[in-house]
Nanobody, 122 residues
Framework: QVQLVERGGDLVQPGGSLRLSCAASGRIFSINDMGWYRQAPGKERELVASITSVGSTNYADSVKGRFTISRDNAKNTVYLQMNSLKPEDTAVYYC????????????????WGQGTRVTVST
């Protein structure tokens, strides 16, 4: 099993900033892509940003220029710096990672975190 633990969700005013982190642990041989998704009430889960093992990034149009995804491969951790937050950024943010287990067969995994809530409101 690979566990992902997110931290950093909070209540913040519009225009404010937050930094989310997600640490992966377990019998990990390698992690390929890591990403952040979010799900607002009554809406489907959507991709916010993703990053490959070599640092290539992809962002949803709605967050380009405001959010920055980064990762520390030595710590199996991914971050999401969120600036200029808007009320429409309010959601539960989930971390996702895919990679290979540390086992003889190098089985693949795709794991999700439990989510961290971000609320942007006055």
């Amino acid at each position: 099993q690979v566990q992902l633990v997110e931290r950093g969700g909070d209540l913040v005013q519009p225009g404010g900033s937050l930094r989310l982190s997600c640490a992966a642990s377990g019998r990990i041989f390698s992690i390929n892509d890591m990403g952040w998704y979010r799900q607002a009430p009554g809406k489907e889960r959507e991709l916010v940003a993703s990053i490959t093992s070599v640092g290539s990034t992809n962002y949803a149009d709605s967050v380009k220029g405001r959010f920055t995804i980064s990762r520390d491969n030595a710590k199996n951790t991914v971050y999401l710096q969120m600036n200029s937050l808007k009320p429409e950024d309010t959601a539960v943010y989930y971390c996702n990672a895919d990679g290979s287990y540390w086992d003889p067969n190098r089985r693949k995994f795709n794991s999700w975190g439990q989510g961290t809530r971000v609320t942007v409101s006055t």
